[in-house]
């Protein structure tokens, strides 16, 4: 069954501005992960947090982790036309950390 | 140097005909998975071997078939092709511990007719 589910589905912004895509998830998790998938393509690792973890950041990207609401934010600051891709969240199992589920993603288009 | 491939990457064939999708990795991870991308671009687990020994084995009909001849490598069959089957397949691999990234394959998209 499907863990996280992304929001917005899509997204449309200008290059320079900045992304924020959302991601609700129902069960207790281990860690959480965003990938990324250009068209076409399979999904690259961008970044994982781990349930004691409230933020954390890696170049223009921040993440940030609300076990309580069990929620998690991807910005992405200063976008560029190449941030274009569908973005997903994944989440594991407390008792099995390879189970990994996602959701539909979020389609980001940024535009030059 | 790729360090997730399969094979092949896109896939046209029949309904009712039988099909296999070969994945390697050169990553010496112990954990592969094959995932299934629909339309929606959902992207749902199907399996997950742990040296060559199955481990996830979510809700897929008893036609498609995993078979892990090593660590390296995890192949699917899938056996009376149906229209549904239609969607893209990923081979992901990772190593198990605490820190669990997966790395992805390229994908083969299955058209079944």
């Known amino acids: 069954s499907q863990q996280g589910e992304e929001d917005p589905q899509a997204l449309s912004i200008q290059e320079g501005e900045n992304a924020t895509m959302n991601c609700s998830y129902k069960?207790?998790?281990?860690?959480l992960q965003w990938y990324r998938q250009n068209s076409g393509r399979g999904l690259v690792h961008l970044i994982l947090i781990r349930s004691n973890e409230r933020e954390k950041h890696s170049g223009r990207l921040r993440v940030t982790l609300d076990t309580s609401k069990k929620s998690s934010s991807l910005l992405i600051t200063a976008s560029r036309a190449a941030d274009t891709a569908s973005y997903f969240c994944a989440t594991d199992r407390p008792d099995n950390n390879n189970d990994m589920r996602f959701g539909a993603g979020t389609r980001l288009t940024v535009k030059p | 140097d790729t360090a997730v491939s399969q094979t092949p990457k896109y896939l046209v064939t029949q309904m009712g005909n039988d099909k296999s999708i070969k994945c390697e990795q050169n990553?010496?991870?112990?954990?592969m998975y094959w995932y299934k991308q629909d339309s929606k671009k959902f992207l749902k687990i199907m399996f997950s071997?742990?040296?060559?020994?199955?481990?996830i084995n979510e809700t897929v009909p008893n036609r498609f078939s995993p078979k892990s001849p090593d660590k390296a490598h995890l192949n699917l069959h899938i056996n009376s092709l149906e229209l549904g089957d239609s969607a893209v397949y990923f081979c992901?691999?990772?190593?198990?511990?605490?820190?669990?990234?997966?790395?992805f394959g390229p994908g083969t998209r299955l058209t079944v007719l």
């Open positions: 992901a691999s990772s190593q198990r511990g605490l820190a669990i990234e997966q790395f």
């Open positions: 990553l010496g991870h112990d954990t």
């Open positions: 069960t207790s998790i281990n860690n």
């Open positions: 071997y742990n040296n060559k020994e199955l481990i």
